[in-house]
């Protein structure tokens, strides 16, 4: 347990943050996956909570129920601001939680499902130009139903059979001031996680001050997910995922 804490401590004062931390004066940020939202899932307790698949909403396992968030589809570009609707916990693997219109706003692929989350901070002339955007989706709801999108999910119980991926996919690790601090964290995980294909692990300039520790390239999610997985369990609270690096 020691041994584990030292990891962290040591990792937390060597990098620069590459996950964002929910304080009062700072902004969520994160990449990676959407989990799309179906009701079988919260009846096989994968997800603690219910959403209403018929309408625009979202969840998020940090960000605080009210508080407008950004998502981006990262192959796209199309993008929304949603309230968050709810804080509860689901598989971990994934970003936000999303419903099926949202997916279908946003045109999200159900094979790369890949989005791009920004807590938005208000101000007076913003939630007044969405507290009207949200009446009127209000309306057309009311007056139109969404029709339903079938989008498959990646839960962690459930493989995606899907077609190889054209793009490529890489976990960002972590970013560093220093070269020898990514090194020493490369040279630790191949130590260490012996089940790790280090052959993946690379290390990137990314600023003129900047190197990102980052694994893959990936041409499969389920594949990128295993190794995920096995970063989290090292200590890591939260990893990106980038797109075509």
């Known amino acids: 347990m ?3 804490l030292l990891i962290i401590i ?6 620069t943050q590459n996950y964002s931390k929910l304080e009062s004066n700072k902004t969520f940020y994160s990449k990676g996956f959407a989990y799309i939202y179906n009701e079988e899932d919260f009846e096989k307790k994968i997800i603690k909570k219910k959403l209403d698949n ?10 605080k129920p009210g508080a407008l968030i950004r998502i981006i589809n990262l192959k796209t570009n199309d993008s929304i601001v949603l ?3 709810k804080r509860f916990q689901y598989p971990d693997f994934y970003k936000i939680l999303i419903t099926e219109p949202v997916a279908k706003k946003l045109n999200l692929s159900k094979n790369l499902p890949i989005v791009e989350i920004i807590e938005v901070k208000k101000n007076k002339s913003f939630v007044a130009k969405k507290t009207k955007i949200f009446k009127e989706e209000k309306k057309t709801h009311n007056k139109a139903p969404v029709e ?7 839960s962690k119980n459930t493989e995606v059979k899907t077609k190889g991926l054209k793009d490529n996919l890489y976990i960002l690790i972590g970013e560093f001031y220093s070269k020898s601090s990514a ?5 630790r995980i191949v130590q260490e996680l012996i089940n790790f294909n280090n052959k993946k692990l690379f290390i990137k300039s990314i600023e003129s001050n900047k190197t990102a520790l980052l694994a893959g390239p990936y041409n499969s999610i389920n594949l990128m997910k295993n190794d995920y997985i096995q970063l989290k369990s090292f200590g890591f609270e939260e990893l990106d995922i980038s797109i075509n690096e």
């Open 2 to 4: 020691k041994y584990s």
């Open 10 to 15: 040591w990792f937390l004062t060597s990098c």
């Open 54 to 63: 018929s309408i625009l909403q979202v969840a998020h396992n940090n960000i």
């Open 83 to 85: 309230k968050n609707n």
């Open 183 to 187: 090194i020493s964290l490369k040279n």
């Open 148 to 154: 339903s999108v079938k989008i498959n999910n990646i």
